[in-house]
C-alpha cells in the first residue's frame, strides 16, 4: 500500500488495518523515511499553508522520486516473499494520490511480480514527460484498477483518456471511474473526505482483491 503524499498517519494506518482485516498482508512503507524523522503532518493545512507546503516538496516529495520508490519496492517484494505469514501467490499493490502513481509505476517495473494494481485520487498518470506512468503500459501484466477523483487538476479527463488508450492497446485489463468526490477523499483527515465515497472505494478494491485470490 503506497502512501498519499502526507505521509505515515493515523488516518493511513486505519485504512491499511482495515485491508489486514480481509486477510492479506499489508505492507505500508514510509516513503519519506530519507527526509529522517517527521511528526505527523497536518492533513487539513499541509496544501494550503505556503510554509508546510514549502517543507513537503523540498524536504520530502523531492527524495520520494519514482527511481528511489522503484528501488524501495524491490526490496519491499524480497521481504514479502520472505514472511512466513505471507502465503505464495500474486502479490497487489494499491496507493493513493502520489502512491496511486507509484502503484502503476511498480506495476510497468516489477510485471512478474505484481498481479493486481489499484490506484485512487491519482494524479500524473498520463503526462508528457518521459517519465509518465501510461508509457510502461506494454510491460503491466496486472489487472489494472483507476479511481479517479472529480475535476482534479492532476488527474484531468484528457489525462484519464490517454490512459485509457494506453492500457487498451497494451491489452491490459483494466478499469476507470471518475468517483463523484474531490481529490483525497478515503482518508478521514482530509477536507475532502467523503465516507460514501469511501465505502465505494472498498468495494471496488476487495473486488479487484478478490480476481486474483
Known sequence: MYMDGIGVRPALLEVAERLASYGYYVLLPDLFYRSGPYEPMNARTIFTN?????????????????????????????????????S??????????????????????????????????????????????????????????????????????EQKELLDKALTEAGVSHEIETYPAKHGWVFRDTLTYDAAACERHWESLTQLLGEID
Open 50 to 86: 505556503p510554509e508546510e507546503r514549502k517543507v513537503l516538496m523540498e524536504k520530502f516529495m523531492s527524495l520520494a522520486t519514482p527511481a528511489n520508490v522503484m528501488d524501495d519496492t524491490r526490496v519491499f517484494l524480497e521481504f514479502l516473499a520472505e514472511q512466513p505469514g505471507v
Open 88 to 157: 505464495p501467490g500474486p502479490i497487489a499493490v494499491t496507493g493513493y494520490c502520489m502512491g496511486g502513481r507509484m502503484a502503476m509505476i511498480a506495476a510497468g517495473t516489477f510485471p512478474d511480480a505484481i498481479a493486481a494494481c489499484a490506484a485512487f485520487h491519482p494524479g500524473g498518470l498520463a503526462t508528457d514527460k518521459p517519465d509518465s506512468p501510461h508509457l510502461l503500459a506494454p510491460k503491466i501484466k496486472a489487472r489494472v484498477y483507476i479511481g479517479g477523483a472529480m475535476e482534479d487538476a492532476s488527474f484531468p479527463e
